[in-house]
T-cell receptor
Framework: EADIYQTPRYLVIGTGKKITLECSQTMGHDKMYWYQQDPGMELHLIHYSYGVNSTEKGDLSSESTVSRIRTEHFPLTLESARPSHTSQYLC????????????FGPGTRLLVL | GDSVTQMEGPVTLSEEAFLTINCTYTATGYPSLFWYVQYPGEGLQLLLKATKADDKGSNKGFEATYRKETTSFHLEKGSVQVSDSAVYFCALTANTGNQFYFGTGTSLTVIP
């Protein structure tokens, strides 16, 4: 069973607020990912990290930022939330090396009013 | 580039019916292939995987065989249950291992 956690699970917030979505894993995985999931289900990679102090932007342009100061922690921050940021955000992690399984957290459902 | 093409849904089946969800892929090298399942309000869970040609992944009555000659990894189950209602994602990671590529997801509803 995967040990990857996301908080909060649900968040309703007003436009212009700064928010941080938390993601932590206890499996010692080097690789971590953030996906944005449409209401229509499709997953879009927005950020990933191969290890501490490594972060890269994904395929979907995003106004969010990430940091990776510790192996187990990969928070995602929105400096100024907008209604267009309303979505489900999924965090995942995997071992280093190729061909490894990704393990997902339960997701954060964000609603920006 | 690498990609996954997945059968579009939604799919609605009666309980005990046979399920097939088609998945084909394009990849350089020799990818690993995965099926994930997402229940309402939750993240994705690994359902099964296969790491080389002709491997069969299986779990909870679901099966998929890695077919290199047809670049396919179709998901099958002989008799679905109401509890199988979920969204199913096909995915691959190539041997660079840096990114996953997901299909668009197929929603399955099983009615009693």
């Amino acid at each position: 069973e995967a040990d990857i956690y996301q908080t909060p699970r649900y968040l309703v917030i007003g436009t212009g607020k700064k928010i941080t979505l938390e993601c932590s894993q206890t499996m010692g995985h080097d690789k971590m990912y953030w996906y944005q999931q449409d209401p229509g289900m499709e997953l879009h990679l927005i950020h990933y990290s191969y290890g501490v102090n490594s972060t890269e932007k994904g395929d979907l342009s995003s106004e969010s930022t990430v940091s990776r100061i510790r192996t187990e922690h990969f928070p995602l921050t929105l400096e100024s939330a907008r209604p267009s940021h309303t979505s489900q955000y999924l965090c995942a992690s995997a071992l280093a090396g190729g061909l490894e399984t990704q393990y997902f957290g339960p997701g954060t459902r964000l609603l920006v009013l | 580039g690498d990609s996954v093409t997945q059968m579009e849904g939604p799919v609605t089946l009666s309980e005990e019916a046979f399920l097939t969800i088609n998945c084909t892929y394009t990849a350089t090298g020799y990818p690993s292939l995965f099926w994930y399942v997402q229940y309402p309000g939750e993240g994705l869970q690994l359902l099964l995987k296969a790491t080389k040609a002709d491997d069969k992944g299986s779990n909870k009555g679901f099966e998929a065989t890695y077919r290199k000659e047809t670049t396919s990894f179709h998901l099958e189950k002989g008799s679905v249950q109401v509890s199988d209602s979920a969204v199913y994602f096909c995915a691959l990671t190539a041997n660079t291992g840096n990114q996953f590529y997901f299909g668009t997801g197929t929603s399955l509803t099983v009615i009693p």
